[in-house]
């Protein structure tokens, strides 16, 4: 067979028309729209939807297998029944507890979040924040300039991240705005912009230079744009989102990547480590993964912190150096805990961000327990003195321990947090 040959049997007969196609991603706001999938199926997944709001687009949808029932790009965008199974808070870090006016969000001294929208390119079904989506949600601000004034009265914040939703929904000549104006306060020196339409849209980028101009603009060789990106496999890396890294990156802002550990899509070593190293090769290091918070309708994605410790220590064999920067944590509502480490009878772990200062860096000791999907299920080791645990666990001796309420059983082994 001649190159010619080989390279056009490789090459499915329609790729040019796909390409033309996928210069802009349709938004698919209804089930119904999803020709893919059965009436029956629609008529079920119609009924989850209601519940838990489901956005998607032509791109992203046609990164699914169909003909794969546990395809993780279908896991990760369309509905299950299972989402309606009794799970979780719908504020699972009490978030609330930290939002000091509408839309903005500081619990850690230097940083401030704003919330700037409540839309997505898609919606991941395993959202922590997917209260926002829900009809009756009024805690974003959508006038950010509100959020913004706030920052300018407090001088120890020095990086704000642009969340929400997804800020890259906003349309450009109003992200320029807001650029602007955390650009002419002097004391914040780090944006940072959390957001997955890489992967769910990432014409946004390749096809809008006017937005590729305003981040050459504000991401400067002092002050640098970080784009938390989310990509949570590698079937996520293709062609449209590897183009929409390169001209981020080329626009000068600094890419990294965070994710949490979601059972189903990201939860085999071999695919972590897939991600990490590909994305370690387009410059992108991965930054977080996350245990994924009891959220309400996240029962089918959660894992125990110590089965996805050593699914993840497993995937770090398989990475370069680079690849595996990563901490594994909880984003809890005391800070951010990292999963240091589990042996036969411990669980080992250090506050990499807290609430309150005096635990900033402190390390905590927990009793294994591989049943436990979160840090208020954990139990301290006795006369520890951690002030979380401060109510019940500085002064616990092991043997007459209450432990913290633990999730029953349901039928297929996950718990319930109800
Ligand atoms: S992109 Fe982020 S905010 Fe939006 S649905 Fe996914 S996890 Fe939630």
Known sequence: ????NAKSAETPPNAALVKEKRKRAKYILSIDKI??????????????????????????????????????????????E??????????????????????????????????????????????????????DNDEVNFDVFEGIEYIKNHPEVDNVLLTGGDPMIIQTPKLEKIFAALREIEHVKIIRVG???????????????????????????????????????????????????RVLQEAGVICVNQSPFIRGISDDPDVMAELWNQLSYLGVPQYYVFQGRPTEGNEPFETPIVEAYFKIEEAKKKCSGLAKRLKFAMSHESGKVEILGVDERHIYLKYHRAKNAEDEQRMLVCHRDDQAYWLDQLRPVSGYNNPFFRSVGSQVDRDNFERPERPERSENGVGAFN
Not at 36 to 50: G, H, I, R, T
Not at 59 to 73: E, G, Q, R, T, V
Request: charge should be neutral; aromatic fraction near 12%.
């Open 1 to 4: 067979m001649s190159v010619e």
């Open 35 to 80: 020709t893919q999938l059965s009436d029956e199926e629609k008529a079920k997944l119609k009924e989850v939807s209601k519940r838990y709001a489901f956005r998607a687009n032509d791109y992203y949808l046609s990164l699914i297998n169909w003909d794969d029932p546990k395809d993780p790009i279908r896991q990760l965008v369309i509905p299950q």
């Open 82 to 135: 299972r989402e309606l199974e009794e799970w979780g808070s719908l504020d699972a870090s009490n978030e609330t507890a930290i939002t000091v006016q509408r839309g903005v969000q500081h619990k850690y001294g230097s940083t401030v979040l704003l919330l700037c929208n409540e839309a997505c390119g898609a919606y991941c079904r395993y959202c922590f924040r997917k209260r926002l989506f829900m009809n």
């Open 195 to 245: 957001t997955k339409m890489p992967a769910f849209n990432p014409f946004r980028f390749t096809q809008d230079p006017e937005l590729l101009a305003v981040l050459r603009k504000y991401s400067t060789n002092e002050k640098r744009i970080y784009f938390m990106c989310h990509f949570d496999h590698p079937n996520e890396l293709t062609e449209e989102s590897r183009a929409g890294i």
